[in-house]
């Protein structure tokens, strides 16, 4: 998988600049390698395979303070997860019996499956 690395590297001059980059496209799996940021003191990587914490560590010791800024995937690949839609729930209805004064009644609470043209819930 192709990887995307940001080293934030301290380069004072154009030599040091050029021994950060030999650096980073001597590891192996490194396909390129480009000076990045206002002040050149990124290095952006891009590789198969590359370890980021040998890279990092390779360019403290050749050149100086080098820190890991991000690595992501390369290419901008973005994976959309496909979202399913949630299933309805089953609609609430109150099913009354006849109103009969003398009998003491619980209301029944159920719940319907009717999804078609009619409306969702009727009165028995």
């Known amino acids: 998988m192709k990887q995307k690395m940001v080293l ?3 380069m004072n001059g154009d030599k040091s600049r050029s021994k950060a980059l030999k650096v980073a496209v ?18 952006e990587v891009t590789g198969d395979g590359v370890d980021a914490v040998k890279l990092a560590s ?7 303070f080098a820190e890991l800024v991000s690595v992501s995937a390369a290419g901008g690949e973005k994976k959309e997860e496909k979202k399913d839609d949630p ?29 078609g043209p009619s409306p ?4 028995m």
């Open 120 to 123: 969702p819930c009727s009165i």
């Open 87 to 115: 299933k309805p729930e089953p609609p609430f209805c109150y099913v009354s019996p006849p109103f009969n004064p003398s009998y003491h009644y619980y209301p029944s609470y159920e719940y319907v499956d009717n999804y």
């Open 8 to 10: 934030k590297v301290s």
């Open 26 to 43: 001597g590891l192996s799996g490194v396909e390129s390698a480009s000076l990045k940021g206002d002040d050149k003191s990124q290095i």
């Open 58 to 64: 390779q360019l403290r010791k050749s050149v100086g």
